[in-house]
């Protein structure tokens, strides 16, 4: 089991900043990689950032140069930098954990004014 708790989220005006965090609890020596997906309404899924077990990093195009993925390993965490954020970045952001499946956590959401 693990579990994942999202904070940080709120209003922001466009091109300011804002850093997600997520905790885990649970098996944490089972995960393999930390992800952050979003979802606004009326459009899909879509994977944000993504962070290996080894650090290696993935970014959807769209947010790459102006989001930047991290973890602490000592504290279970994974953050998510947001600089120069854009109407279009609103949205629910998700914490995922890869182990033999993906875990979620609750969701915070970002809404970025214009």
């Known amino acids: 089991q693990v579990q994942l708790v999202e904070s940080g989220g709120g209003l922001v005006q466009a091109g300011g900043s804002l850093r997600l965090s997520c905790a885990a609890s649970?098996?944490?020596?089972?995960?393999?990689?930390m992800r952050w997906s979003r979802q606004a309404p009326g459009k899909q899924r879509e994977l944000v950032a993504s962070?290996?077990?080894?650090?290696?990093?993935i970014y959807v195009d769209s947010v790459k140069g102006r989001f930047t993925i991290s973890r602490d390993n000592a504290k279970n965490a994974v953050y998510l930098q947001m600089n120069s954020l854009k109407p279009e970045d609103t949205a629910v952001y998700y914490c995922?954990?890869?182990?033999?499946?993906?875990?979620w956590g609750q969701g915070t959401q970002v809404t970025v004014s214009s």
């Open positions: 995922n954990a890869v182990t033999g499946r993906t875990w």
């Open positions: 649970g098996s944490i020596s089972s995960i393999n990689a």
């Open positions: 962070i290996s077990s080894g650090g290696s990093t």
